[in-house]
């Protein structure tokens, strides 16, 4: 059934940095995802990282595990070093893992990701994006079910959450609470209260990211650092950074209280 917007609506905001999680939670946020390198859609963070956010904010932390960009085809050292994060920052006090395994027919890889779950023990577990690059995400959802994965993150299989929003609908009611259908992607004040009352979503996910200018006076041309140099159209001279007020704008919108 869709949901009301002004029903009670999760909202987890991704964040790569202390300061990102300290703005999502003076935003309202009710969780964290956090990342490293979010330009490049979000990598394994480090440990210390994990252990500065948590100190720094009293919200639960999930944590990604994606050991590099690209696809989402692990080779058996890559998946291997996956496990190994998956318990680290367990240890290191994440409240859950944000993962995902395809095979390369595009069907999510049963057998990994019935491993990851098992290493995630008693912490909560996502399927992230990962799902957006399946096959047939219908099948793809049962799988999850089968596996008693209890959330996926989704843009309905489209370029942003309210572009999917007819797709994500469907997996609602495919799902019937037996998985949370979390959406993902482009959601923002102006439109997040449509998109759940159009879904029936009770979680939503954002980045909220602007790009603020380098705090460095002296700057080096022509010297990129990488493929993501270009990243906010100002390579090392733009830093990428959570916007408080964006977060605030969606909670509000999400509960009703004007956008």
Same mark, same amino acid.
């Not at 100190?55 to 291997?80: H, N, Q, S, T």
């Not at 999850?144 to 309905?156: A, E, I, N």
């Not at 009611?173 to 993902?184: D, L, T």
């Given at each position: ?10 909202? &987890? ?12 939670? /003076? ?35 999930? /944590? !990604? ?6 696809? +989402? ?5 890559? +998946?291997?070093? !996956? ?13 859950? @893992? ?16 019935? &491993? ?8 909560? +577990? ?43 609908? &469907?997996?609602?009611?495919? #799902?019937? &609470?037996?998985? @949370?259908? !979390? ?34 006076? +002296?700057?080096? #041309? ?6 993501? #140099? ?30």
């Amino acid at each position: 059934m869709p949901a009301a917007a002004n029903a009670q609506v999760l909202v &987890e905001v991704a964040v790569d940095s202390v300061a990102g999680a300290r703005a999502a939670a /003076a935003g309202g946020a009710q969780r964290v995802e956090l990342c490293a390198a979010l330009e490049l859609g979000g990598l394994t963070p480090s440990i210390g990282l994990l252990e500065q956010v948590r100190a720094a904010v009293a919200l639960p932390v999930f /944590a !990604m595990v994606r050991p590099r960009a690209g696809d +989402f085809l692990y080779d058996a050292g890559e +998946f291997a070093a !996956m496990l190994r994060d998956v318990a680290a920052l367990r240890a290191a006090g994440a409240a859950g @893992i944000v993962s995902g395994v395809l095979r390369a027919d595009g069907s999510l890889d049963r057998e990994r990701m019935r &491993e990851l779950k098992l290493a995630t023990g008693a912490a909560a +577990f996502t399927c992230h994006r990962a799902f957006d690059l399946c096959a047939d995400a219908a099948a793809a959802l049962e799988v999850l079910v089968d596996l008693g994965v209890p959330r996926v993150l989704t843009s309905g299989q489209a370029a942003s959450a309210p572009a999917g929003a007819a797709a994500i609908c &469907e997996l609602v009611r495919q #799902a019937r &609470e037996r998985v @949370i259908v !979390m959406a993902g992607a482009g959601v923002r004040g102006g439109n997040v209260a449509e998109l759940v009352t159009t879904t029936g979503v009770r979680e939503v996910h954002l980045s909220a990211t602007r790009w603020r200018p380098s705090g460095m006076a +002296f700057r080096r #041309a022509g010297v990129p650092m990488g493929a993501a #140099a270009g990243a906010g159209g100002g390579g090392e001279n733009v830093v990428r950074a959570t916007d408080g007020d964006v977060v605030a704008q969606v909670v509000r919108a999400v509960r009703g209280d004007g956008r």
